[in-house]
């Protein structure tokens, strides 16, 4: 497996394909959505087991994301044909259904590779990467094939990129939910905040 070039605090690579939306091609870029968040996902494969399950939570949640100025892109190394496909087929007869947000066919697995989730076999691991306005990697983390993400994880983690970048002298501790105390990033600030009971 290639080595990561989406290093956290660095600029995300960019990157430019075919994606399935609306029942539709088009070609997305990363450089489209600056200005807004970009959570991109990677999954193995279409017409998976797992894999409709995440894609299918994404979107059910997708409300949410664009509320919070974010765009979700879903890639796998599947042709823009496969997407297709399965996005015209219902959840219970085996596909995903029309889904809320782009499909990206990384065929050539570049995009894969220069995220460092591309495996010797050939596919993508459950990569997921959080991308600011400015195009630097907030967030990144990858599952191994046989388990699932947690949406509700990718909206806290979100929230609390988004805070302490509208709030750049806190720091959001464990578990950080927004309407949650925040730290002061010193030895004073940390005595403070533990000082208090949690609610």
């Known amino acids: ?7 956290v605090g660095s600029k995300a690579p960019e990157f430019k394909a075919v994606a399935v939306h609306n029942d539709e091609f088009k070609e997305v870029s990363l ?29 059910d949640r997708h409300d949410e994301f664009e509320a919070m100025n974010a765009q979700v ?9 496969a997407h297709l496909q399965w996005t015209r087929q219902p959840r219970n007869e085996g596909g995903v259904g029309d ?19 591309l495996t010797d ?9 959080i991308i600011d306005p400015q195009g630097v990697v907030q967030h990144a983390t990858i599952n191994n094939l046989a ?21 750049p002298d806190v720091v959001c501790p464990a578990g950080w939910r927004p309407g949650d105390r925040t730290m002061k990033p010193t030895p004073k600030g940390s005595k403070e ?7």
């Open 121 to 129: 076999e050939g596919i993508a691991l459950r990569g997921l990467f």
């Open 31 to 59: 450089e489209s959505f600056k200005g807004k968040y970009v959570v991109l996902f990677f999954y193995p494969l279409d017409f998976t087991f797992v894999c409709p399950t995440e894609l299918t939570a994404y979107s």
């Open 99 to 117: 889904l809320a947000y782009p499909l990206v066919s990384d065929l050539s697995k570049k995009i894969s590779e220069a995220y460092g989730v």
């Open 147 to 167: 388990f699932g993400r947690n949406v509700e994880e990718t909206i806290r983690i979100l929230a609390a990129v988004q805070h302490v970048q509208a709030n």
């Open 193 to 199: 905040y533990f000082s208090f009971p949690k609610a």
């Open 73 to 81: 892109l879903g890639v796998s190394v599947d042709s823009q044909y």
């Open 1 to 7: 497996m290639a080595s990561s070039a989406a290093f």
